[in-house]
């Protein structure tokens, strides 16, 4: 976790995030945040008592703060505002599935006490899951030595009662033999971040930004490109009976993806065989030329792929098909290009090996693994690699010893 004052180096294209909360919750966010390239986090583990010390040395390197604890969000939103600020609220799916761990105990018990929902979603679930105790709830606007107090007030006269909180501090604060803690689901994780990143400065400026899109079908009804066109609300030419470009704004393309996770184009549509490069930037020529570059990475896939390469020249993809991972496009070194040429490889397969070590959050890598990404034989590997050493692109970081005779593996990481 960064500790005060403590940033690690920011690409100026990212937008900067503070996530602030316990050890937990700032874990289970790190997965999603693999879905919002667009976002550099900043992870500050902290609690109601020392949020305003840590916020005062964080807030001028951030754009939007999104917390976890219901007491910090209070306090730091009672200071004047530089930023954006979000609290990760709990669902009633998030309830849900508590209840649904619980669901021996509530056959027991005679009450719950809830606090962090709204009364009417609360009562309208107990309802539904047929609960015969007496439900009350918590007013959500309350400190910490408010919400206790109620809980306790409401327990007081149970038999068996159950607390159920969406507040850390509460949970280890109340004196009550059954309770538990209401977590935030996926789901809730992904809709505070989204309107974290729809909240920054930096998100409206890119909202019109251009978007090209060049567009290859070899299988598949072309009326699935005419289709997407019109949900992004584009401009489609028809360069050929299988080419096609489409022009549309960033921000509407980003809302129909539901932020690079889902392509109406390709998922569903698994039958079809469409390659789709998306190029973003301020200049409609700019953007022409990226898009180029991304389909070139979606055409290393033998089935459907969409790739984007946006204005700082990073690639993002394949949309789709879960995390994507994110990496640069460029691979500068001509004599490392030139003898993958030789052995049928481009620019591409070296990127893809970077998404590969991305995707594993690994930095090491065989030949084998190269071999195996790219589609080449493992003698075709090892020469590459060989060549890529006297580039100074890669350097030997150790070696693997097998249970089998022969030599070790050589294990290999990028400079």
């Known amino acids: 976790m960064y500790e005060i004052g403590e940033f690690a180096m920011n690409n100026n294209t990212k937008i900067p995030i503070g996530l602030f909360g316990d050890s937990y919750m700032?874990?289970?966010?790190?997965?999603?945040?693999k879905q919002f390239p667009s976002f550099h986090p900043y992870y500050f583990k902290c609690h109601s008592g020392n949020i305003k010390k840590i916020w005062v040395a964080a807030r001028d390197e951030l754009e939007a703060g999104l917390f976890f604890d219901y007491d910090s969000f209070l306090e730091i939103n009672?200071?004047?505002?530089?930023?954006?600020?979000?609290?990760?609220?709990?669902?009633?799916?998030?309830?849900?599935?508590?209840?649904?761990?619980?669901?021996?105990?509530?056959?027991?018990?005679?009450?719950?006490?809830?606090?962090?929902?709204?009364e009417l979603s609360v009562k309208r679930l107990f309802k539904e899951i047929g609960f015969s105790g007496a439900?009350?709830?918590?007013?959500?606007?309350?400190?910490?030595?408010?919400?206790?107090?109620?809980?306790?007030?409401?327990?007081?006269?149970?038999?068996?009662?159950?607390?159920?909180?969406?507040?850390?501090?509460?949970?280890?604060?109340?004196?009550?033999?059954?309770?538990?803690?209401?977590?935030?689901?996926?789901?809730?994780?992904?809709v505070a971040l989204e309107r974290s990143l729809l909240s920054t400065e930096?998100?409206?400026?890119?909202?019109?930004?251009?978007?090209?899109?060049?567009?290859?079908?070899?299988?598949g009804n072309p009326k699935l490109i005419e289709a997407f066109s019109s949900l992004v609300e584009g401009h489609l030419i028809e360069v050929t009976s299988s080419d096609y470009i489409l022009t549309s704004k960033r921000g509407i393309f980003e809302r129909v993806t539901q932020g690079y996770k889902f392509l109406p184009l390709i998922s569903g549509?698994?039958?079809?065989?469409?390659?789709?490069?998306?190029?973003?930037?301020?200049?409609?020529?700019?953007?022409?030329?990226?898009?180029?570059i991304a389909l070139e990475h979606a055409l290393a896939f033998k089935e459907s792929a969409c790739y984007v390469v946006r204005e700082d020249q990073s690639v993002f993809g394949?949309?789709?098909?879960?995390?994507?991972?994110?990496?640069?496009?460029?691979?500068?070194?001509?004599?490392?290009?030139?003898?993958?040429?030789?052995?049928?490889?481009?620019?591409?397969?070296?990127?893809?090996?970077?998404?590969?070590?991305?995707?594993?959050?690994?930095?090491?890598?065989?030949?084998?693994?190269?071999?195996?990404?790219?589609e080449i034989t493992l003698r075709s590997a090892h020469r590459i690699l060989l060549k890529w050493q006297d580039a100074n692109l890669v350097v030997i970081a150790g070696q693997e010893k097998t249970s089998f005779k022969g030599r070790p593996k050589v294990i290999y990481s990028f400079k």
């Open 26 to 33: 700032l874990e289970q966010i790190k997965y999603m945040l």
């Open 78 to 118: 009672s200071l004047p505002k530089h930023i954006p600020l979000h609290f990760l609220h709990p669902s009633v799916s998030s309830l849900y599935r508590t209840l649904y761990m619980n669901k021996r105990i509530l056959r027991t018990v005679d009450l719950v006490s809830i606090d962090s929902l709204s």
């Open 135 to 190: 439900v009350k709830i918590v007013s959500v606007s309350l400190n910490h030595n408010e919400v206790l107090k109620q809980h306790y007030s409401n327990i007081k006269e149970a038999e068996e009662p159950l607390v159920l909180t969406a507040r850390n501090n509460v949970y280890h604060s109340i004196e009550c033999l059954q309770k538990d803690l209401i977590y935030p689901t996926d789901q809730d994780m992904i």
């Open 202 to 219: 930096s998100r409206r400026k890119k909202e019109h930004q251009a978007v090209v899109g060049y567009i290859k079908i070899t299988k």
């Open 269 to 292: 549509n698994e039958d079809a065989a469409i390659h789709m490069g998306i190029g973003f930037h301020a200049s409609n020529k700019q953007a022409g030329i990226y898009s180029k």
């Open 318 to 374: 394949p949309i789709a098909f879960g995390a994507p991972a994110t990496y640069h496009t460029i691979v500068t070194n001509s004599e490392a290009i030139k003898e993958a040429k030789e052995v049928g490889m481009t620019a591409v397969h070296m990127d893809r090996l970077k998404a590969f070590l991305s995707r594993k959050e690994a930095k090491h890598f065989t030949a084998h693994d190269f071999a195996s990404v790219s």
